[in-house]
């Protein structure tokens, strides 16, 4: 039972140009949403999160998007440098219970040089 | 500094041996879990201690018995170890507050032969 789904297992998009990496969630109570970047033989680091009272933020090439009415959230990243390479974990959770992070499957992002 | 540290990196065992996997966070954080991440690549929560007490426990087999003789410890025993116990597990911390993200180690990669 997925709650948190990312259906691209891998992406490959050029250096400089934009990267999109999409995630959709079936759980209506989710109401905090994150990403973490993760690279191989490391545990996955924190990227930028968006409460759902909002529908965008913005941090630094990072920014994600949040369409509640779909139940999808999105992560933009312009423009992809190769530092940028890594999976892609997107999660979600609900406040009341924060302590209970639901992570999706990971999106691996290949940057061409 | 290592914020969240967990060893050993890598652990290869026998079925059916007994094995423990230590963490420790220097972050100050009242908050510690265990993650599973298994072969089709998802990121499971297992555990969840606060100041000690058990929090979350999602229905993992009773031969996982977490331990945390403080809220900077929080370490995994497992007992009786099955193929299937094969994964990597990571420990975190996090603030039990709304919006606060987890830090997470690098994992340990378990194999069971």
């Known amino acids: 039972d997925q709650q948190v789904k990312q259906n691209s297992p891998s992406l490959s998009v050029q250096e400089g140009r934009i990267s999109i990496l999409n995630c959709d969630y079936t759980?209506?109570?989710?109401?905090?949403f994150l990403w973490y970047k993760k690279y191989p033989a490391e545990g996955p680091t924190f990227l930028i999160s968006i409460s759902s009272i909002k529908d965008k933020n913005e941090d630094g090439r990072f920014t994600v998007f949040l369409n509640k009415s779909a139940k999808h959230l999105s992560l933009h990243i312009v423009p992809s440098q190769p530092g940028d390479s890594a999976v892609y974990f997107c999660?979600?959770?609900?406040?009341?219970?924060?302590?209970?992070?639901?992570f999706g499957k990971g999106t691996r992002l290949h940057i061409l040089p | 500094d290592t914020a969240v540290s967990q060893t050993p990196k890598y652990l290869v065992t026998q079925m059916g041996n007994d094995k423990s996997i230590k963490c420790e966070q220097n972050l100050g954080h009242d908050t510690m879990y265990w993650y599973k991440q298994d072969s089709k690549k998802f990121l499971k929560i297992m555990f969840s201690?606060?100041?000690?007490?058990?929090?979350i426990n999602e229905t993992v087999p009773n031969r996982f018995s977490p331990k945390s003789p403080d809220k900077a410890h929080l370490n995994l025993h497992i007992n009786s170890l099955e193929l299937g116990d094969s994964a990597v597990y990571f420990c975190a911390s996090s603030q039990r507050r709304m919006g606060e993200k987890l830090f997470f180690g690098s994992g340990t990669q378990l194999s069971v032969l």
């Open positions: 759980n209506s109570m989710f109401d905090y």
């Open positions: 201690y606060n100041n000690k007490e058990l929090i």
């Open positions: 999660a979600a959770s609900e406040s009341r219970r924060n302590d209970k992070i639901i």
